[in-house]
């Protein structure tokens, strides 16, 4: 047994694991996509960086936990969070009363509002005391959740928005070349979509996130031009993403699967979901509504509801670990786990956690099974 966890699992045994410090690590990281520059990507957004915050939690014993909020423009408001809210209410706490201390921060909290930078910041602090927890049990995290005899998962190569059907020929193919049997598309035109399945054939699965771009006339008419390419969901086709009813109507007289959740906060949104009917397949955000600890909650309700569950993971740090486990304990066996396909100038976690022949190892270290790189956070640090 490591010294670390030995120690620890000795002083919980007689004592309260005390949370110590928690830091809350901006990183940014230059990326291409499919080899081109920001200026092909995501519509010509100017978008260079993936942008993200990762959030280090020490033990009075020095065991460290990880965790990760969602990224990009949302960084710089969950780090204020964090260090002026969160963490002053945090330290001095026992970190192995995880589940009571993230309701004492929702119910203390909860005038600033139950979404958003507050619930990020919360999210990531959540998925580092799960970190902490399977360290201090020497169990890694998915054993703490009901446990799995799965060693990988399938991933989807998740595209960026090329907005050109060339490109989107370009990408997919060299996602089949890199082993993905599953991929999701963030066109929002129709020719991109069908250059999309002529260039992966009949067998691969190709789900559509067009992020709530339309009304639900206008989703409804775009689900009939779309219906001839077999999308295995169309994701998010409404504005406002809470327009559940809208949802709903575009589910029934669409004709293609429909996939929401990664904007929704909250267990009763959740719940709000499954009442109106709106959805297939959900897709809670581990680094956005709650960490772990509620996304546990969500896949009880899923399966209450016999809706499948296929996590949101647009990150690839502490988030994207933390859901792997989650999938390999709760899900179901047609799960499928998001991995960003953007060449990123550097990983967190280097080659382990990049999926191989389209899947991912499922980390069998305790916690979350993987350390992030010093040298990779000292690098792209952002002061």
């Given amino acids: 047994?490591?010294?670390t966890i030995r120690a620890i699992r000795e002083h919980a045994e007689g004592d309260i694991m005390k949370?110590?410090?928690?830091?809350?690590i901006p990183l940014r990281i230059p990326f291409t996509a499919g080899g081109r520059s920001d200026e092909a990507v995501w519509g010509k957004s100017g978008l260079q960086t993936a942008d993200s915050l990762v959030v280090k939690v020490t033990t009075d014993t020095g065991v460290v936990g990880w965790g990760e909020t969602f990224g990009f423009a949302a960084v710089a408001p969950a780090k204020v969070v964090i260090d002026t809210i969160?963490?002053?209410?945090i330290v001095g706490r026992d970190a192995s009363q995880l589940e009571k201390l993230m309701l004492d921060m929702q119910r203390k909290f909860h005038v600033f509002g139950r979404s958003g930078a507050f619930l990020h910041s919360l999210s990531a602090i959540d998925i580092a005391l799960w970190d902490i927890a399977g360290k201090a049990a020497g169990q890694p995290v998915y054993q703490l959740l009901g446990g799995s005899?799965?060693?990988?998962?399938?991933?989807?190569?998740?595209?960026?928005?090329?907005?050109?059907?060339?490109?989107v020929r370009e990408n997919v193919a060299r996602a089949l070349r890199d082993g993905f049997r599953h991929l999701k598309l963030h066109e929002i035109d129709v020719e991109s979509v069908r250059a999309a399945r002529e260039t992966a054939g009949d067998d691969i699965d190709i789900t559509l996130d067009v992020n709530c771009p339309w009304t639900v006339r206008e989703a409804l008419d775009m689900a009939e031009k779309l219906r001839p390419f077999n999308l295995r969901w169309l994701e998010e086709p409404v504005w406002?993403?809470?327009n559940y009813s809208g949802l709903a109507r575009v589910r029934q007289a669409g004709g293609i699967p429909i996939a929401a959740g990664e904007n929704a906060s909250t267990l009763m949104d959740f719940q709000h979901l499954f009442e109106a009917g709106a959805v297939d397949f959900i897709q809670p955000s581990p680094a956005k509504m709650g960490g772990l600890t509620e996304l546990k909650k969500v896949y009880a309700l899923a399966n209450?509801?016999?809706?499948?569950?296929?996590v949101h993971t647009f990150y690839d740090g502490p988030g994207l670990l933390a859901s792997v486990h989650a999938s390999a304990a709760l899900g179901g066996p047609d799960a499928l786990v998001e991995w960003r396909y953007f060449d990123l100038e550097a990983q967190l976690y280097g080659d382990a956690i990049i999926p191989k022949n389209g899947a991912f190892a499922?980390?069998?270290g305790a916690g979350l099974g993987l350390e992030p790189s010093a040298d990779v956070i000292r690098d792209y640090r952002v002061a």
Wanted: no cysteine.
């Fill in 1 to 3: 047994m490591p010294e």
């Fill in 19 to 24: 949370i110590a410090n928690i830091e809350a």
């Fill in 86 to 89: 969160l963490a002053p209410a």
């Fill in 149 to 167: 005899d799965a060693t990988s998962l399938r991933a989807y190569a998740s595209l960026t928005r090329y907005s050109d059907p060339e490109l």
């Fill in 240 to 242: 406002p993403p809470e």
């Fill in 304 to 310: 209450a509801n016999n809706v499948t569950v296929m």
């Fill in 362 to 364: 499922v980390p069998q």
